[in-house]
């Protein structure tokens, strides 16, 4: 899965693809590279941004949408925990809402992806993104993350959304500190026992930093690319990067290593 953040702040690349049509041109590279789905994204969740209303996340990834309709053949995914961005991305072609909340911030996402039978990606989260940190206390990690995973997937069921349809995200660095973040990874196979599959996101984000010393975050796809070969020998079935072309190598190579 490929990250394309429509914003300004985002860590990683905020403002690099404000522009539509430089929006579009990533998603044909990234299509090129080897992306099997494109992740548009119209407000940062980096700990401690600040929200985003939903008119202009609207605003921010309508005009990328319809162009991503005639320039890419693979499935996009809408970066949304807003029930409003989630139905105008549906009905501009997106294929999947992927929520960092788990459906902790609106409920009603779960009843729009249910009426569109689009595909829902449920992150575990604690807390909005000025106060996870605080949230980051687990007397069993796996445990705990196992079961608020649980429920999310609960939520999402009675709101008429199809198993078949969730994915679940441990949600690396989101309420996690690094040795938090580093344990989910490590836990990927207890995950994998709620029955769905398993969206890991580790791309440059700053709990690498704890295995190599600071560095910014376009200095991080080496520790990034170790991660997602962990990520996918420990079953994980989507891994969400920035770095695409570099990442499908790494994910090929591994592939030969569990055939």
């Known amino acids: 899965m ?37 992740d548009v994204g119209g ?6 941004s600040d929200p985003v209303p939903a008119e ?8 990328v949408l319809r162009r991503l309709q005639r320039a890419v053949t693979v499935p996009i995914s809408v970066d949304t925990s807003k029930a409003a961005v989630a139905e105008m991305a549906l009905g501009e072609g997106a294929a999947l809402v ?6 902790r911030y609106d409920s009603a996402l779960a ?53 078949d349809a969730v994915v679940l995200d441990p949600g690396l ?10 344990a989910a990874l490590a836990a ?15 791309s440059r984000k700053s709990f690498l930093t704890a295995a190599i010393g600071e560095r910014g975050a376009d200095d991080r796809d080496f520790a990034t690319a170790a991660s997602v070969a962990a990520a996918v020998l420990l079953g994980a079935h989507v891994v969400r990067v920035h770095a695409v ?15």
């Open 43 to 48: 407000e940062s969740t980096r700990p401690g």
């Open 245 to 259: 072309a570099a990442m499908v190598d790494v994910v090929r190579v591994v592939d030969r290593i569990r055939c």
């Open 98 to 103: 992927n929520d960092v909340s788990g459906l």
């Open 173 to 182: 660095g989101f309420a996690k500190r690094p040795e938090h973040s580093y």
């Open 56 to 63: 202009e996340e609207i605003a921010r990834i309508r005009p």
């Open 111 to 163: 009843e729009v992806a249910a009426r569109h039978r689009a595909g829902l990606v449920l992150m575990h989260i604690r807390g909005g993104s000025r106060e996870m940190y605080r949230e980051a206390t687990y007397g069993s990690l796996t445990r705990e993350v196992k079961e608020e995973l649980h429920a999310s997937l609960e939520r999402a069921l009675a709101a008429g959304v199809a198993r």
């Open 188 to 202: 990927l196979p207890e995950f994998a026992s709620l029955g769905r599959p398993l969206l890991v996101g580790p």
């Open 2 to 38: 490929g990250i394309l953040n429509v914003t300004p702040d985002s860590f990683a690349d905020g403002g690099r693809h404000l522009d539509p049509g430089a929006a579009e041109a990533a998603a044909v590279e990234m299509q090129a590279s080897g992306a099997d789905l494109i």
